[in-house]
């Protein structure tokens, strides 16, 4: 159900992106959502196809008088990122989101919104359904499981595409033009532990909540608190400690936010233990951004059968802190905040004496990866940890000298009198697994303002989006 003050105008945008809220999108069960899409460009009389992964172009003839101009090809993807509080029932698979507008902000109830990237295909259908908008001839592309690894864009039949100008809607600040972005990689690990049975000791139930959480691309420099790294800190100085059940992360491209561990001690330690725990929070919220200050660490009497011994519980911990996270270096050339190299620690799951670990990185020239791939490997090896390589995506190097890139500036500049900023993000957006697919495409990639995607916070400024769509709009007929 809309709220009373859901936005009005511009109309096709906000009605396209209201269907996608309320219609089931995780990574990989888009079925619903592009069932949506198919139904507007037949019940336009548009064409399309379909590939074997499940990625759509839609074909949009050109307005009179517009037959001579190139192919644009509108870049978007249709799932998103499935997270939320833990205090939210809600099943990404089955039930709409809830929206709520407050402020000038657009958001969801303790979940993830999904403008990261439903915004941007809303405004894609919005083209091809607002009979008001003149542009050329156009190919929609929608590509599918961007979120777990850009595996549509990895897998898509470029013969499907004959553009050689790309619109890419999937950046998250207006008055920004992006010309580039990360490539990355990561990794998978596991090992078995022997679990052993808890004759004596207490058990304990320790959980992380209230942290902001977020994109490891976008914000790893904001040095948002790490849910693993700030269990790890507080676990270590526990005496006696066995673990038992560890559960922290929810993806690969999210800062983990929030977790539960269960812990076995020797008896008697209750008061070390709450004492320890106020003086970590204190500690992390005299470092931690604001968004941060709102962590929760409660402890709570647990039924604990088998854990870890002593011995590979600290080799466990030991492995975490040793593990790399963060901001590993910056661009010499663009703004201070622009990352160079990042890697996120993402998930760490325990349980019955099986470990699972999952880390991701990211880079604009992977050659500058290179040493952080060899400290990860290196401590695989010396934790005896079984690897398994996710899938990489290359970057997108950025072109100061495109000629779309060009039009795009002058654009904007007459129609808002600010010259927008160019730069690259530190995020691996599909133009560069696209680039490499169709070397010809001259890429451009705008959005209005998305503000923590990948958390329940997302929201999207909607003051934003009507200049976002009048660009759009005005490059489409400049073109």
Not at 215 to 230: F, R, W
Not at 269 to 274: D, F, K, M, N
Not at 352 to 364: A, Q, V
Request: include cysteine.
């Amino acid at each position: 159900m809309k709220p009373e003050n859901y936005p009005a105008e511009p109309a096709h945008v906000w009605e396209h992106f209201y269907q996608f809220t309320q219609t089931p999108r995780p990574s990989r069960k888009e079925q619903a959502v592009r069932q949506y899409v198919l139904d507007q460009a037949e019940q336009g009389g548009h064409s399309w196809k379909m590939d074997a992964e499940g990625n759509v172009v839609v074909s949009v003839a050109a307005s009179p008088g517009r037959e001579d101009r190139p192919t644009v090809i509108i870049q978007n993807h249709l799932d998103m990122v499935t997270v939320k509080t833990s205090d939210k029932a809600h099943d990404f698979d089955t039930d709409p989101l809830t929206l709520q507008v407050e402020e000038g902000w657009l958001s969801a109830d303790r979940t993830t919104l999904g403008a990261d990237n439903g915004l941007g295909a809303a405004a894609a259908l919005a083209v091809m359904t607002d009979p008001s908008v003149e542009h050329p001839p156009l190919e929609l592309l929608f590509t599918v499981d961007e979120e777990t690894g850009l595996g549509g864009a990895l897998n898509l039949d470029a013969s499907l595409l004959s553009g050689t100008v790309m619109l890419n809607l999937d950046t998250e600040d207006w008055n920004e033009l992006y010309i580039g972005c990360a490539g990355g990689g990561g990794w998978q690990f596991a090992r078995s532990f022997s679990n052993d049975a808890v004759a004596n000791g207490e058990g304990w139930a320790l959980t992380l909540r209230g942290l902001a959480g977020g994109h490891s691309g976008v914000q790893i420099h904001e040095q948002l608190g790490n849910a693993i790294k700030l269990a790890a800190e507080y676990l270590r100085e526990v005496p006696g400690l066995r673990l038992a059940m560890i559960d922290i992360g929810v993806a690969h491209n999210v800062i983990p936010r929030e977790g539960n561990i269960s812990f076995v001690c020797p008896p008697g330690q209750e008061a070390l233990l709450q004492e320890r725990l106020q003086t970590c929070v204190a500690r992390w919220n005299s470092y931690l951004p604001a968004v941060d200050h709102g962590i929760e660490a409660t402890l709570a009497p647990a039924a604990i059968d088998s854990a870890l011994d002593e011995v590979d519980t600290l080799q466990l911990l030991d492995l975490v802190s040793a593990w790399p996270h963060g901001a590993q270096s910056y661009s010499l050339t663009q703004p201070a905040d622009l990352v160079d190299l990042s890697i996120n620690l993402a998930i760490l799951r325990l349980g019955d004496g099986e470990l699972f670990l999952e880390s991701s990185y990211r880079f604009f020239n992977e050659e500058q990866s290179v040493p952080l791939q060899q400290a990860v490997l290196a401590l695989a090896r010396a934790f005896d940890l079984e690897v398994t390589p996710d899938v990489g995506y290359p970057g997108w190097q950025p072109d100061f000298e495109s000629p779309l890139l060009a039009r795009g500036i002058a654009l904007h500049e007459k129609l808002f009198d600010v010259t927008p900023e160019v730069k690259a993000i530190h995020a691996g957006l599909e133009c560069g697994i696209l680039k490499g697919k169709k070397p010809d495409v001259d890429i451009l990639s705008f959005g209005p303002t998305i503000r923590g995607a990948h958390s329940p916070s997302e929201r999207l400024d909607i003051a934003t989006v009507t200049p976002f769509w009048q660009y759009l709009k005005a490059l489409l007929a400049d073109i």
